[in-house]
């Protein structure tokens, strides 16, 4: 790890506390919640620098959601299609709900692409719909888009307003061919739109950043476009 950059880890989830957490030095997070009852329990345990982001439960908790977005208690709204089990037609919901929300909040679109209930997986074409619909707000596409990352690249890298969140994704598709694909996205992407993440604890932070590095040195990413991956952009958008 480079000693001299700071790093802000845009996607932790503290659920089973960050014991285990295993890279050293973070300067930041920005801590995830995909329900209501977890981020009520686990609230009080934030690390002092860190920033939330909260799940957008329009259907069940709209009013509380809304309330802590408007106290500053929640920086930031995740949307995630299979843990809220949201099917296509669906997201016009989503993007009507979003005008309640104002603009300079994040959200965070879950992109990861994964178990059997095909009718709740990401939908690019809708999730393309609801930010052409907000083109204010900034939106970041968590895990790149999965073993879908070519897709996701070449149909939102003309959209201005969309970032990428690099988690789990470097390590989980490391011994695949879709590796290539991540490899591409950073090559080929403004650097200021690339967040770095872990995922933690579904991955590791230090073997995240590790593949990250490495990708960096086969690109010959200069050091200030590290900086933004590692820290500045993150810092940027969550605070």
């Known amino acids: 790890m480079n000693n001299i950059m700071p790093v802000f880890d845009c996607h932790v989830h503290i659920d089973n506390d960050l014991s285990?957490?295993?890279?050293?030095?973070?300067?930041?997070?920005?801590?995830?919640?995909?329900?209501?009852?977890?981020?009520?329990?686990?609230k009080i345990n934030l690390p002092h620098n860190s920033s939330v982001s909260l799940i957008f439960d329009w259907k069940n908790n709209l009013d509380f959601v809304l309330?802590?977005?408007?106290?500053?208690?929640?920086?930031?709204?995740k949307f995630h299609s299979r843990i809220q089990k949201i099917k296509k037609e669906e997201y016009t919901v989503f993007a009507e709900k979003l005008n309640l929300v104002n603009p300079s909040v994040p959200?965070?679109?879950?992109?990861?692409?994964?178990?059997?209930?095909?009718?709740?997986?990401?939908?690019?074409?809708?999730?393309?719909?609801?930010?052409?619909?907000?083109?204010?707000?900034?939106f970041i596409i968590a895990h790149s888009g999965g073993y879908e990352v070519l897709k996701y690249f070449f149909h939102l890298r003309e959209i201005k307003n969309v970032y990428y969140d690099l988690s789990l994704s470097l390590q989980y598709l490391n011994d695949t061919s879709r590796y290539q694909d991540l490899i591409k996205l950073i090559k080929y992407t403004d650097k200021t739109k690339l967040?770095?993440?872990?995922?933690?604890?579904?991955?590791?932070?230090?073997?995240?950043?590790?593949?990250?590095?490495?990708?960096?040195?086969?690109?010959?990413?200069?050091?200030?476009?590290?900086?933004?991956?590692?820290?500045?952009?993150s810092k940027q958008l969550f605070g």
């Open 107 to 138: 959200v965070i679109i879950d992109a990861f692409y994964f178990g059997a209930e095909m009718e709740f997986q990401p939908c690019l074409e809708s999730i393309i719909s609801v930010i052409k619909k907000h083109p204010q707000r900034k």
């Open 195 to 233: 967040l770095f993440g872990s995922d933690y604890h579904y991955g590791s932070p230090k073997q995240q950043l590790n593949y990250l590095l490495s990708i960096f040195d086969q690109l010959s990413i200069s050091d200030a476009d590290q900086q933004n991956i590692l820290y500045n952009n």
């Open 67 to 77: 309330n802590e977005i408007e106290s500053n208690r929640v920086q930031v709204l």
């Open 20 to 42: 285990a957490y295993d890279l050293k030095g973070v300067k930041q997070y920005n801590i995830i919640f995909n329900s209501i009852d977890s981020y009520l329990q686990h």
